[in-house]
Every structure is written in C-alpha cells, then in structure tokens.
DNA sequence: GTATTAAGGATAGTGATTGTCCTTAGTATA
DNA sequence: TATACTAAGGACAATCACTATCCTTAATAC
C-alpha cells in the first residue's frame, strides 16, 4: 500500500499557492512547471483540491487557482482528502462471518474487533495530519530552504498570477 | 490508497492461530477454510508472516502453522508489517528538486518538509498499531462473540491441529 | 470575437494486487 | 521403504487502481 503521487503533487501545489498574491490566480500550468508534473494529470488533483473546498479556481485570461482559506485554516488533512477520499485505508471483507462455527441467526451486534483496531490506527493517522496546518508547513520551508531561493520562487509566482 | 486484503487475512489467521493447542500446527487448508479465502493465495500471506519471525511452520502430515511467540509478545504492527512491509506509506518522489528557482548547487541539507509531516503521520500510525497486541484482540473477541461460539470454534480447531 | 482558463468525459498504458498452478523438499505414519 | 501430507517458493495470468493523454464544453478578460 502507497499513497498516490497526487497526494504529494497536491501537498506542493498548496504549498506554491500559499505565495500566490492576494485577489490573484495561479494557472495549472504554472503549478506543473514549477514542480515538474503532467499538466493535464495535475489537472484532475487540483479539481479534486477544488471541489473538497480547499482551494477555487476561476476562469479566463488572468484566471487559475488561489487558496480557498487561510494557510491556517488548512490543515494536511483537508488535503489528503480532498485527494484521497475520506474511506479508511482498512477495508474490513467481514471474513469472520465465514465461521463455520457461527450459526447464521447470530447477531454481529458490533463491528469486527480487527477492523475497530485497523480502524482506530487509521484515525490515529488522520489526526497526525490534522495537526500540521499549511502555515506550519510554510515556517518549516522557511527554514530548510534560503531565503534568495525562497525570495526568487514567491517571485516567479508573482510574475504568472 | 487502500490496504490490501492479505493484511485482513493475516490478522484474523494469527488470531485464530491463538486457539492453536500448545505443541501443536494448523494447516493453511483449515485457515483458509475457516476464513473461506483462497489457499494458495494466503499461503504467500503466511509465508511472509512465517519470514519475520511472527509465527513459524513445520512440515509432514501434522504440520502446519502457529505463533512463534505469545500472543501477548505480538503485536498488530508485527503483523502489518510481515506482510506489508516496513516501507512508509508515503513515497516522496523530490519534486521540490524541479524548482525553476533552485539553483543546481543547492545542497538539499533536509528531508522535504512535506515528506516529513507525512512520515510523522505515518510514525503515528504504526503506533497506533504497536499499542494493540493480539492478546488484547482475543479478549476483545471474547467480549463480541457468544461463548459458544467461542467454545465451537476452539473444538474446531483443536480437531485440525 | 479571440485567447485563455477550469471542468470534466473518454480512453489507453502501467504497475501492483489477486489468484492459480506447479515443483521441490522435509516430516509423520504404516 | 513407500506413501501421504505439509511448507516454501517460482512462474504465470487476471483483475483493478493509478497514471497519463486527449478532447470537448463553458466561463472570463481583453
């Protein structure tokens, strides 16, 4: 199990459109160049990005994508799942229901024990991702990248907004 | 992103495995019989579980599987990742590399910061994971099922081993 | 009117998962 | 010793999700 690229284009991309000018759009096409992706690929992560609410795009000439909210108000979550989907990664079959020793007029009063466990490190995970907001993210650049590479990428956004 | 099903196989064999007599194997025929799943196919889940060391096989007529240790010393994460791998969920493929703005020279000094909250996600929920031993699986079975259920599927068992 | 954009449908290519079949070698029993 | 049973594992095909590309439609700026 892996977690699609999407995943990690969209990340990026939320990352870039946290630099992108205030009441200004940012193109598919910029935000595929910038990171070296497919265009039209990108495309279907950013509509994904689009109708979970994350960020909104507008049409025309001078049109493209800009954040929906505050980088604060955006945590990782919201854009895992805008991807990825809200279902767990645990997918329980209910194979305990093949018991040859379960009479079929038993009750399965409660979920499966295994998927509660599963399911439980699943929502252990979303929290993790819930915790990290795209603000954080952008400190954390802050201080990996330097500041002329980071002061030359919020201008080549600005020159494509 | 889903978890595959030989994951859900190979925790509710190493649950049943439990209920395996002391001394004794169970064959993969009556584990894929119990969980009506294919047995040349779990046989690979097995397999992989009998190579890290979380239960171990022996040959002949009265052989079979059971847990290498107790079921107290083995936990979920033990399982997952016997199957699984212990490969994160979360591939990080550089495309902060593909940066118009970044200079060649630039020595990436740190792990991509996008990569690292998806690693902290993904710690979390491996231990989330190890926190759940299939000791604690067994009680919390024997709180859901009937105890004649219960009673019934160990005779069933027992007689296979 | 023209150029540009998001949105989204249709369709292949790719690779991982799922499933089956077969061979090999070790073990218990008669 | 012969036989039946088992795990281990290699080879292979089917299925399905992910990746990628192409195309049409509708809205927007100039």
């Not at 795209?134 to 956004?157: G, H, N, R």
Request: glycine letters at 4%; one cysteine or more; proline letters at 6%.
């Amino acid at each position: 199990m892996i977690l699609k690229n999407q995943i990690e284009w969209a990340l990026h991309c939320c990352s870039l459109l946290a630099a992108v000018p205030d009441g200004c759009y940012l193109p598919t096409k910029a935000l595929a160049e910038f990171h070296g992706v497919p265009k039209e690929y990108l495309s279907k992560a950013l509509q994904a990005l689009s109708q979970a609410g994350v960020i909104e795009g507008t049409l025309g000439p001078t049109g493209g994508y800009r954040l929906a909210r505050r980088p604060s108000e955006i945590t990782f979550l919201d854009i895992v799942e805008a991807v990825e989907g809200k279902a767990s990664t645990f997918a329980c079959t209910e194979i305990r229901k093949a018991n040859p020793c379960l009479p079929s007029k038993t009750k399965t009063s409660k979920t499966c024990a295994v998927a509660r466990v599963m399911w439980k490190a699943d929502a252990a995970w979303r929290e993790s991702l819930k915790s990290t907001r795209l603000s954080d993210l952008a400190q954390m650049i802050a201080e990996d990248v330097p500041p002329e590479v980071l002061a030359k990428s919020a201008e080549w956004v600005a020159a494509r907004s």
